[in-house]
C-alpha cells in the first residue's frame, strides 16, 4: 500500500548544514553544474551560473553530504531569477525552482530518508492551521483563475 502525501512535508524547506551539489542535464546542451539552496520533498532551489528556462524539463543529479548514493529526478523548472545584492553569496547568480517527477516509490522513499537526517535545517514551514489559511486566501483566487481560463478556451473555440 502506498503512503499517503503529507502536505505539511511537501511545504516544508530545508536547507544542507553542509555543500549539496547539482548537475543539471538540459537536452543537447552541456550539463550545468550548481548548488542545492533549500529543497523540500517535492522540488528545490538550484543556484548556478545558467539560466533554466522556465516549464522545460531537465534531468538532475543530486549529491548531499555523507550520502554515497545521488539522487537521481526527472524535473520541471518552475521559475528562474537572479540572485539580489541582499542575498549573501547568491548576487549575480541564477536562482532555478524546480518541482521533481518522482516517478517510482523508491525514488520517493531515498528522498525522504535523505531529508529525513540531521544534516538539514528548516527554512519554512507552515503549520497546518497557516496551511489552511494559506488555502483558503488562495481558493477564492484560484477559482476566479480558473473560471477565466474555461471562458477564455470557450471564447477561442468560437
Known amino acids: 500500500m502506498e503512503k499517503q502525501f503529507d502536505t505539511s512535508q511537501a511545504i516544508r ?7 549539496a551539489t547539482a548537475m543539471v542535464f538540459r537536452d543537447s546542451h552541456q550539463p550545468v553544474y550548481g548548488v542545492v ?5 517535492t522540488g528545490a532551489c538550484i543556484v548556478s551560473d545558467s539560466r533554466l528556462t522556465p516549464g522545460r524539463y531537465v534531468g538532475l543529479k543530486l549529491s548531499f553530504y555523507r550520502h554515497s548514493d545521488l539522487f537521481e529526478s526527472r524535473a520541471r523548472v518552475v521559475w528562474n531569477r537572479r540572485g539580489e545584492a541582499r542575498e549573501k553569496g ?5 536562482l532555478s525552482g524546480v518541482q521533481f517527477a518522482l516517478s517510482s516509490t523508491l525514488q520517493k522513499s531515498l528522498l525522504s530518508t535523505i531529508l529525513g537526517g540531521e544534516d538539514f535545517v528548516d527554512v519554512f514551514r507552515l503549520s497546518a492551521t497557516e496551511f489552511d489559511a494559506l488555502q483558503k486566501a488562495l481558493s477564492v483566487e484560484l477559482d476566479e483563475l480558473g ?7 470557450g471564447e477561442n473555440r468560437n
Open 37 to 41: 539552496s533549500n529543497l523540500s520533498l
Open 13 to 19: 524547506r530545508i536547507a544542507p548544514k553542509h555543500a
Open 90 to 94: 547568491f548576487e549575480g547568480l541564477q
Open 147 to 153: 473560471r477565466q481560463d474555461v471562458q477564455d478556451r
